[in-house]
């Protein structure tokens, strides 16, 4: 067997270790919120010694912002599915399903709230956050093939701040308050995309 071949099980297993130790992450501070979280409770929520948390992640900082950009790219990826799949939407039905995505999002991933009101210095890279308004550009230019490349980008990047900018809010609403939110967000966005798209 060559070193190569060798290599290959220990880096899925390590892979693996990652998703558990990210998975007990999350669970472990929707429970109890990123303060009270430590890193002992969740290296045993996921079935790891702590010396195996510390080789992966040196510190809960580290833990949380891997943590978010995984939750960034999930949201990235649910996005850009949206996108490519958004043939004959008319644009009320589009945004009531770019809100939708967001809210089962934040569902299945019940850390993803409380890590909003994290302070670290997370920025994700700019090629991905590119990348993403490149998309709903690609999107607006086929509801609108009058618009520049220019013009589409810039209200792909209205819009996507706009979305994300609810974060804040829902993050404090209490279940009912949140039910409304999204209602005037998707009524905001509406106005916004049927104004620009025509």
Known sequence: ???????????ERAARRVDELLE???????????????????????????GSVYQYFPNKDALVHALRTRYGNEMDARWSELSAASEGLE???LVDRLFSLMVDLMAKRP????????????????????????????LFRR??????GEEAYRIAEV?????????ALYAVAKPRERKLLIAEYKTVVS??????LG
Do not use: C
Not at 143 to 148: A, F, H, I, R, T
Not at 159 to 167: M, P
């Open 111 to 138: 850390a993803y709230i409380p890590l909003l009101s994290v302070s670290l210095n997370f920025r994700r890279d700019e090629a991905s956050r590119n990348r993403l308004r490149e998309r709903f550009a690609e």
């Open 191 to 196: 106005s916004y995309l049927l104004a620009r």
């Open 91 to 93: 644009v009320p039905e």
């Open 24 to 50: 007990a992450a999350g669970a472990v501070i929707a429970e109890r919120g990123f303060e009270a979280a430590t890193m002992t409770e969740i290296a045993g929520r996921a079935g790891a010694s702590i």
């Open 159 to 167: 819009t996507l701040q706009v979305v994300k900018s609810l974060n």
């Open 1 to 11: 067997m060559s070193a190569t071949s060798r290599r290959v099980p220990q880096q």
């Open 143 to 148: 509801y609108n093939p009058g618009l520049s």
